[in-house]
T-cell receptor, first 112, second 111 residues
């Protein structure tokens, strides 16, 4: 089946720095989703991307759907302490909406 | 804002016991899912449910697992005879338009 590879696995940054993480798939995706998971909670949808080349922002977050449809990136500008958590890329495995698969996540740490 | 709810938040059980995890999906959604997340690992798909039947299941979802929508609002996951390796966070999700909204999860601990 489809595989989603996220990098980096973890990041340690200073508060105020910008963050960039990305996700690649083994085959074409039609929708890219970015979720954030805080400790002990369920994933929360941050951004959904539907078209190749699409660039979408949600506050300090910006995500892009790669032109090849096999990758996506998520940027966070001017990081703050509440950005700490695990960021997952995800998407429907096929065009039908019946199975959403996840990458292994990028764990973001913010140093004091 | 509508949300997915799950009960209980934490379930502790003995190996071999049956557990039922409960979820109330968002009311106008048509697709329902169960995922699990073993501590420190990624979120793994278990099963999807549409039109009152399983539409897809993973290899994790063996004969020990079953799902049910007993009425118009609840969606349940039953594990018949729990194993130690079933210890995980179990997330229910529902979707309408290609992306899933997740509940807060049930932490299952099998002793």
């Amino acid at each position: 089946g489809q595989q989603l590879n996220q990098s980096p696995q973890s990041m340690f940054i200073q508060e105020g720095e910008d963050v960039s993480m990305n996700c690649t798939s083994s085959s074409i995706f039609n929708t890219w989703l970015w979720y954030k998971q805080d400790p002990g909670e369920g994933p929360v949808l941050l951004i959904a991307l539907y078209k190749a080349g699409e660039l979408t922002s949600n506050g300090r977050l910006t995500a892009q759907f790669g032109i090849t449809r096999k990758d996506s990136f998520l940027n966070i500008s001017a990081s703050i302490p509440s950005d700490v958590g695990i960021y997952f890329c995800a998407g429907p495995e096929r065009v039908r909406d019946d199975k959403i698969i996840f990458g292994k996540g990028t764990r973001l740490h913010i140093l004091p | 804002e509508p949300e997915v709810t799950q009960t209980p938040s934490h379930q502790v059980t003995q190996m071999g016991q049956e557990v039922i995890l409960r979820c109330v999906p968002i009311s106008n959604h048509l697709y329902f899912y169960w995922y699990r997340q073993i501590l420190g690992q990624k979120v793994e798909f278990l099963v999807s449910f549409y039109n009152n039947e399983i539409s897809e299941k993973s290899e994790i979802f063996d004969d020990q697992f079953s799902v049910e929508r007993p009425d118009g609002s609840n969606f349940t996951l039953k594990i018949r005879s729990t194993k130690l390796e079933d210890s995980a966070m179990y997330f229910c999700a529902s979707s309408e338009a290609g992306f899933a909204f997740f509940g807060p999860g049930t932490r299952l601990t099998v002793l």
